[in-house]
């Protein structure tokens, strides 16, 4: 038998360790509130099995970040049947909202009819007049970087399916773009895993053409995150838009004329929303080797999560990843 102190036998007892104090202190969980508006990720692109897959584990990171989180996906060019397309996925969420509610103020009736305060304390309903007041959800875009077409697109759906939900900002620029397309590319062998490790890696990339779809405004955006990758690689980067013809290849030659000659394409982009054979189109025409796009990188979990609680008013933690 043990004391309180600790076992008869003298061995040491292991005693929780006492919470850190101070700025060092791990910031506690921010929990998604009772009520809080649902979260539908729209999702660019002709719809997949690999896409959904894809939005699901990006989502499946944000609900970590933000336990409670109500999180769904809707897609662009979905078909309302395996996949939802952004209005049906915004109905259905203002739908399962209302009956949320209504449960609430069931319980909260049958609460006060068995006249115990207890149960009616613990039950938190919402007064009938104001039971569907607030943001009914918030709309956060699967693009890295903007893309007037597709944000269009997205906005009419939204607007189209009169649910009151709010739209986001796309994901970008922020420096977990510039960390995720680092780690793509050196998963290709095209870059050190950090500079802090002095090997070299033989393959590795003396210029990056950073490349993103949505025209200038993308390519400007695109640049800042490619300021962050060049300082972490510390070769030139320049940003192209895939979907300008010609503009891969030209800021290839750009780069070469300034010296680089062992060239990679970086997609600042997620996958979705790259049209197919187009960054492999654009990678043989300037004769350089392309790393992945960011895929389900888990940072852009939590910059969905994130990008979604500052725009519906909950409070992050010191640090969190909102630009």
Known sequence: MSSPTGPDNGLPVRMPRPRQPGRHRRPEPVVAPEG??????????????????????????????????????GFTEGDDGEFPTIRSALGQAVEDRATRRRYAREAAAMAEEAGSP??????????????????????VPLLAGPDAAQLRHIRQEVLNSGSGAELTDVLGPHPLLAEGVHVRLSEAGLARADRARLFTVATAADGIVLATIG??????????????????????????????????????????NSGSQQLAIAPCLIGPEIAEGLLEAAAEEAGCSTAEPLGAYPALGKLVASTYAAKAGIAQPQGATAR
Do not use: F, K, N, Y
């Open 36 to 73: 809080a508006p649902a979260l539908v990720l729209a999702v660019p692109g002709a719809p997949s099995g690999a896409t959904r897959s894809l939005a699901e584990e990006t989502l499946s990171i944000a609900r970590s970040e933000l336990p409670g989180l109500d999180a769904r996906v």
């Open 118 to 139: 207890e149960q009616e304390a613990a039950v938190a309903a919402p007064p009938a007049d104001t039971a569907d007041d607030g943001l009914p959800a918030v709309v």
């Open 215 to 256: 025209g200038e405004e993308a390519v400007q955006a695109a640049g800042i995150t490619g300021m962050l990758l060049a300082a972490r690689l510390a070769v030139p980067v320049l940003a192209a838009a895939l979907d300008d013809e010609g503009a891969v290849q030209q800021i290839a030659e750009q780069l070469r």
